[in-house]
């Protein structure tokens, strides 16, 4: 991306949107995933059209595109299922120091071993998830998914745990109802 100036288009910023007492994230999970109406998307910068020129003029003044460093990253990166560091096209946000968003840096076989890893392993105890609420004693999301799929099933019958699946936290583990780590 080059450093020219271009003019952001008015769009609704949901942001500005959160009612007192309604935490932000919340409010803007609520915004994105409502249904009627659909959301605006005119504020959504998707990286992944950052080749084309009406969409460049669009993020200019957002969004600058970022070197890693490569030869730090070069000889693991394939080993975990991605492509070359040094091919990765990688963004930073303005206003916002250290973010850095990486467009898909998966191979496509590291791809399927990650999301594996996301349904299948990590919402195993002793992590903690969202679906500790529903069912504290889960032992295989995954298998439990497979066994009940939602083909044909009406909306209003009980989802299976596996679609019930919304976050894991690995490691550290920070309580999300109480915003304590």
């Not at 100036?5 to 919340?26: H, I, K, L, W």
Request: proline share 9%; charged share 25%; hydrophobic share 40%.
């Amino acid at each position: 991306l080059t450093t020219a100036t271009a003019r952001v288009p008015a769009v609704a910023v949901p942001a500005v949107m959160v009612e007192p007492g309604e935490e932000a994230m919340r409010q803007l999970f609520k915004f994105y995933r409502r249904r009627c109406p659909a959301p605006d998307l005119g504020g959504v910068l998707d990286l992944r059209e950052s080749h084309r020129a009406s969409v460049r003029a669009w993020m200019l003044p957002q969004v600058y595109r970022t070197r890693l460093d490569a030869s730090a990253l070069d000889g693991e990166a394939q080993r975990v299922g991605l492509q070359p560091a040094s091919q990765w096209r990688a963004y930073g946000l303005n206003g916002y120091p250290g973010f850095i968003f990486i467009v898909n840096p998966f191979l496509p076989s590291g791809q399927r071993f990650w999301v594996r890893q996301c349904l299948k392993l990590y919402p195993r105890k002793p992590n903690v998830c969202n679906l500790d609420a529903h069912d504290p004693q889960r032992d295989d999301v995954w298998a439990s998914g497979i066994s009940s799929p939602r083909a044909g099933k009406s909306p209003r019958e009980p989802r299976s745990l596996l679609e019930k699946l919304r976050w894991v936290t690995l490691g550290y583990h920070y309580n999300w109802d109480t915003k304590v780590g």
